[in-house]
Nanobody
Framework: HVQLVESGGGSVQPGGSLTLSCVASGYTLNRGCMGWFRQGPGKDRERVATIQTGDGSPYYYDSAKGRFTISRDLAKNTVYLQMSDLEPEDTAMFYC?????????????????????WGQGTQVTVS
């Protein structure tokens, strides 16, 4: 039974930083693709970043470039999203999602409907 649990959200002032964590259980993250998504109030779900969990290759969508860093710690079976210089427009529920299969080396960019497992989300509020 695979579960993803996000944590690390909270309330910060503009310009602040947060690091989100996504801990996986029931699946070893040495292969696959993990993505971070967010959904702000009244907005559609948006892709933020992905990481090829085997080789650690990151990919950033426009919403994250330059301010967010995705990483993983295989020993802790955890993927992180470090966020800096946060803006009110970053206010959203952040979710991690897992594509649990072998993927090609290098950055992975699955379509949202390819992810099989989703976490419950962690709220980030910037104000």
């Amino acid at each position: 039974h695979v579960q993803l649990v996000e944590s690390g959200g909270g309330s910060v002032q503009p310009g602040g930083s947060l690091t989100l964590s996504c801990v996986a259980s029931g699946y070893t993250l040495n292969r696959g693709c993990m993505g971070w998504f967010r959904q702000g109030p009244g907005k559609d779900r948006e892709r933020v970043a992905t990481i090829q969990t085997g080789d650690g290759s990151p990919y950033y969508y426009d919403s994250a470039k330059g301010r967010f860093t995705i990483s993983r710690d295989l020993a802790k079976n955890t993927v992180y999203l470090q966020m800096s210089d946060l803006e009110p427009e970053d206010t959203a529920m952040f979710y991690c999602a897992l594509l649990p299969r072998e993927v090609f080396p290098g950055p992975c960019r699955p379509e949202p409907n390819e992810y099989r497992y989703w976490g419950q989300g962690t709220q980030v509020t910037v104000s």
